[in-house]
């Protein structure tokens, strides 16, 4: 069973620095992109970038190139989705997903169960 | 503003059908595959369509999807109200190089 699971809820301080995870289990890690969703308080999905545990290939989003970034360690079935300094604004719930289909220009099939990340002085 | 347009809310009564449209350009939906997601609150999105009309194992017949240009469509029949969620269409852009999801639209199912 395609499983993707996600570390647990974080609150941090603006300015704080952030490493949220999403293991994946069930399939071959290393076949597979995984990507990540934002979804802010009250509003759409967004997405932000992908990376190719393989050989840690990433592709952003213009919107979040910069801000975030995303890794992924193979020999742990693990991809990361990093932040150096947070704001308030970064407040969402993050969801990672696997790509299928197309490579890149795939389909999200399985999602992780989200992380709730808070920031707030 | 999303980049590809659905309409905010859709209602339907119990039994009834809907659509709900997503809008896009030539740089996505018009040249690439479209997948749509249905999302609960509190829960994680669902893979309803993908490749633009395909079901994955376990997506009921009552949900189909077509495309046309550069617009796609999700159909649901037989209007539950378990159905009532948010619906976002998403699908590569060529021009951005990354994926994109539209703005979402609520199901109410009156």
């Known amino acids: 069973e395609v499983q993707l699971v996600q570390s647990g809820a974080e609150v941090k301080k603006p300015g704080e620095s952030l490493k949220i995870s999403c293991q994946g289990s069930g399939y071959t890690f290393t076949s597979y992109w995984i990507g990540w969703v934002r979804q802010m308080p009250g509003k759409g999905l967004e997405w932000m970038g992908i990376?190719?545990?393989?050989?840690?290939?990433?592709r952003y989003s213009p919107s979040f190139q910069g801000q975030v970034t995303i890794s992924a360690d193979k020999s742990i079935n693990t991809a990361y989705l990093q932040w150096s300094s947070v704001k308030a604004s970064d407040t969402a719930i993050y969801y990672c997903a696997r790509l299928t289909g197309s490579a890149i220009r795939g389909r999200f099939d399985y999602w992780g169960q989200g992380t709730l990340v808070t920031v707030s002085s | 503003q999303s980049v590809l347009t659905q309409p905010p809310s859709v209602s339907a009564a119990p039994g009834q059908k809907v659509t709900i449209s997503c809008s896009g350009s030539?740089?996505?939906?018009?040249?690439?595959?479209v997948s749509w997601f249905q999302k609960l609150p509190g829960t994680a999105p669902k893979l309803l369509i993908y490749d633009s009309n395909k079901r994955p194992s376990g997506i009921p017949d009552r949900f189909s999807g077509s495309k046309s240009g550069t617009s796609a469509s999700l159909g649901i029949t037989g209007l539950q109200t378990g159905d009532e969620a948010d619906y976002y269409c998403g699908t590569w852009d060529s021009s951005l190089t990354a994926g994109l999801f539209g703005g979402g639209t609520k199901l109410t199912v009156l």
């Open positions: 030539s740089s996505n939906i018009g040249n690439n595959s």
């Open positions: 990376v190719y545990p393989g050989d840690s290939d990433t």
